[in-house]
Nanobody, 123 residues
Framework: QVQLVESGGGLVQAGDSLRLSCAASGLAFTNYAMGWFRQAPGKEREFVAAISWIYSTVYADSVKGRLTVSRDNAKNTVYLQMNSLKLEDTAVYYC?????????????????WGQGTQVTVSS
């Protein structure tokens, strides 16, 4: 059974940093591209960042230079380092897994999803 479990969310102030983690189990992690998506209140879920099984990365324009995706294959974990957080970064953050292929922003290409972790940025 595949499980993706996000952690690291919380309440922070604008300008602060936060690191999200997503621990994967039940799959051959090194064969999967991993993505981060988010959903703000009243909005559709949107792409944030992704990293392929060969460590290539792609980012949404809105987070470039502030958020960094990385992975540790030895720990079956993908991370999202979030710096210079803004109010508009408030959302539930989800990680997702996509078998082989490149890291993409296309939500429907991801097969497995976590339950999400809440990030709230206050002023």
């Amino acid at each position: 059974q595949v499980q993706l479990v996000e952690s690291g969310g919380g309440l922070v102030q604008a300008g602060d940093s936060l690191r999200l983690s997503c621990a994967a189990s039940g799959l051959a992690f090194t064969n999967y591209a991993m993505g981060w998506f988010r959903q703000a209140p009243g909005k559709e879920r949107e792409f944030v960042a992704a990293i392929s099984w060969i460590y290539s990365t792609v980012y949404a324009d809105s987070v470039k230079g502030r958020l960094t995706v990385s992975r540790d294959n030895a720990k079956n974990t993908v991370y999202l380092q979030m710096n210079s957080l803004k109010l508009e970064d408030t959302a539930v953050y989800y990680c997702a897994a996509k078998f082989l292929g490149v890291a993409t922003a296309t939500e429907m290409e991801y097969e497995y999803w976590g339950q999400g972790t809440q990030v709230t940025v206050s002023s």
